[in-house]
């Protein structure tokens, strides 16, 4: 499925990546993002960062650049809910989904969180994101973090040794604020890819991986 909508098509490819926080959509299908563009010259990008602060904008405006480059066009909308309460505002959330299933394309892929993330904002959009949009591929990242909620993903998409260091790379040069962090380290981010780059047999040997709840088929 998610071969065929990235192949060879008559129509220009549209993706919206859903994060709760700055770096998330770039920590969770970076990679994946990088590659596509690689690919298709006809991809349209729509970046939606609901957690910020006038600091952290500044940084998500230079990570979706950085992750956006080659893209055909990029639309980023960057919210200013506050960090780790987002489902204390399910109102004004619930309205932001909405806007934006009525303000843009209606995607043909879809990147969000995953559901059983630990994170109660990541599970959050998660939620919202299922509640919202009902007829598109939607594939739920990982990011890895403290509380230990790694699962086994079942869709995979493999990227090259220099996808996998142009997101660290870019990973390191937008996100200065996070560079203290002990889990924000290089060999963290390549450690994932090569595992699930391990899972999927990879030709490069390393790969994103997502969760895929529901994909409708046809041949």
Known sequence: MLNSVLGEAQSPLHILCLGAHCDDIEIGCG?????????????????VVFASNPARRQEAETGARLFSEGADSLELRIH??????????????????????????QPDII????????????RTVSD??????????????????????????????????????????????AYTSQAAKA?????????LMRIRGMESNAADTIAEAFYSRKMVLSV
Do not use: C
Not at 32 to 37: D, G, H, V, Y
Not at 80 to 96: A, I, Q
């Open 31 to 47: 990679g994946t993002l990088l590659q596509i563009l690689t690919e298709r010259i006809d991809v349209h990008l729509t970046w």
């Open 80 to 105: 200013d809910f506050r960090d780790g309460f987002l489902p204390t505002e399910p109102e004004r959330l619930k309205e932001t989904f909405e806007h934006l299933k009525h303000d843009i394309p």
């Open 111 to 122: 990147f969000t969180h995953y559901r059983h993330d630990l994170h109660q904002d990541h």
């Open 128 to 173: 919202l994101t299922w509640n919202t949009f009902r007829n598109q591929l939607i594939l739920e990242y990982e990011i890895p973090k403290w509380d230990g909620d790694m699962g086994q993903p079942n869709a995979f998409f493999p990227i090259s040794r220099a996808t996998g260091e142009a997101k660290i790379r870019f990973l390191h040069e």
């Open 183 to 191: 889990w924000f380290s290089q060999d963290l981010f390549w450690s």
